[in-house]
T-cell receptor
């Protein structure tokens, strides 16, 4: 089966940096994705790591260590609009399994 | 492309009634997924289609749930009979293999069973 673990809640100050961790156990692994979901909205894709290392997309970066079954999402220069839920998702090659999500609250 | 389109956006029904949720994936996407989202269980994968064929329905909670994909541009998720515990947001998503690095989600159907 598939199992992903993330912190349930994180609070950070506007302008700061926050890291959201994800550990996973899976049968079949192609890569780790991150999605953002605002209240009442649909999950939207942020980044994908198929190989070990860091991927950077603007203020967001994502890291993967396949040997440790671990990844993280790094959000820099936090803005109020970044308050949302963030999900890591394992890509097994043909399916996506999601973690339970981390609710990020950005405070002034 | 308009993205993944789901209908209805909201559905309120009485316990015991049949509910049908609809999804139109992005044109050209071969894979389609149905997810259910609740506070308690997060985003659960219910069923996955590839080229209109159901590949894995192990996430379908019970026989009251069924899903079909009669062609590449349309899928339905049916609950019959519905129960209050089925209340959730149901998302449809599509992607393009091989690789499938990104799933594109519809806006979801918020189902309330009273």
């Amino acid at each position: 089966g598939q199992s992903l673990e993330q912190p349930s809640e994180v609070t950070a100050v506007e302008g700061a940096i926050v890291q959201i961790n994800c550990t996973y156990q899976t049968s079949g692994f192609y890569g780790l994705s991150w999605y953002q979901q605002h209240d009442g909205g649909a999950p939207t894709f942020l980044s994908y790591n198929g190989l070990d290392g860091l991927e950077e997309t603007g203020r967001f970066s994502s890291f993967l260590s396949r040997s440790d079954s671990y990844g993280y999402l790094l959000l820099q220069e936090l803005q109020m609009k970044d308050s949302a839920s963030y999900f890591c998702a394992v890509n097994t090659g043909n399916q996506f399994y999601f973690g339970t999500g981390t609710s990020l609250t950005v405070i002034p | 492309d308009a993205g993944v389109i789901q209908s209805p956006r909201h559905e309120v029904t009485e316990m015991g009634q049949e509910v049908t949720l609809r999804c139109k994936p992005i044109s050209g996407h071969n894979s389609l997924f149905w997810y259910r989202q609740t506070m308690m269980r997060g985003l659960e994968l219910l069923i996955y289609f590839n080229n209109n064929v159901p590949i894995d329905d192990s996430g379908m909670p019970e026989d009251r749930f069924s899903a079909k994909m009669p062609n590449a541009s349309f899928s339905t998720l049916k609950i019959q009979p519905s129960e209050p515990r089925d209340s959730a947001v149901y998302f449809c998503a599509s992607s393009f293999p091989p690789g499938n690095t990104e799933a594109f989600f519809g806006q979801g159907t918020r189902l309330t069973v009273v």
